[in-house]
């Protein structure tokens, strides 16, 4: 009897799941819970980092009833590297006043520490009341700036993940999991 073909990852271009739809789920609660016990019920402002927070920052958003602000900043990104290479850049920078107002910065990924360096310096800079981050993932070994994420929903290792707002040559974004993208893939260069 022919045996059915089965798959251990959720697509055929990530060599493994790292996290489920459902653990991170549970994770993003979490930090919704320990941003709750941090803010109490005062407001906030969040500026979100896209497009890789895109995701993170909208779930993140509905576990908390505090009022909250939003604005983003776009960096410009590794395009089709999965190193992070260069110093990053300010593509589109805040458009609501943050002077006086208590911020939170959400990325997907602390890597080299040079993104989240970037947007902390420019929101420093305007004066907030405080300032915290929020990453969903941690990649501490990589860490060439040193910076320390206030809320982090997870430390992994040293592996190039995809999925959940993270992209690869801006493929992968609306993966409902995160996994480790294939070698194979990230070696090929046809979408340049
Ligand atoms: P950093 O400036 O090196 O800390 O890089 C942070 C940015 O690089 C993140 O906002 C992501 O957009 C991107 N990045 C870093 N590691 C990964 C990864 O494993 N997958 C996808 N994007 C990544
Ligand atoms: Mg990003």
Avoid at 45 to 63: C, E, K, L
Wanted: charged residues 25%.
């Amino acid at each position: 009897m022919p045996t059915k073909k089965t798959r251990s990852a959720a697509h055929p271009d990530l060599e493994s799941v790292m996290f489920t739809e459902a653990q991170i789920k549970k994770r993003v609660r979490e930090l919704g819970r320990e941003l709750r016990r941090v803010y109490g019920e005062g407001e906030f402002t969040i500026i979100s980092i896209i497009n890789g927070a895109v995701m993170f920052t909208a779930d993140i958003m509905r576990q908390i009833d505090n009022p909250v602000r939003l604005d983003c900043v776009r960096i410009s990104s590794y395009g089709n590297a999965t190193k992070s290479e260069g110093t990053p850049q300010i593509v589109s920078s805040l458009t609501i006043d943050i002077a006086g107002r208590h911020v939170l910065l959400i990325d997907d990924i602390l890597d080299t520490g040079k993104t989240i360096k970037l947007v902390s310096a420019l929101v420093s800079k305007l004066k907030p009341a405080s300032m915290r981050t929020c990453v969903l993932l941690d990649k501490v070994a990589r860490r060439e700036v040193p910076f320390e994420a206030d809320f982090v929903g997870f430390r992994i290792p040293n592996k190039f993940v995809v999925g959940y707002g993270l992209d690869f040559a801006e493929r992968y974004r609306n993966l409902p999991c995160i996994g480790v993208l294939s070698a194979r893939v990230q070696n090929q260069h046809e979408w340049t």
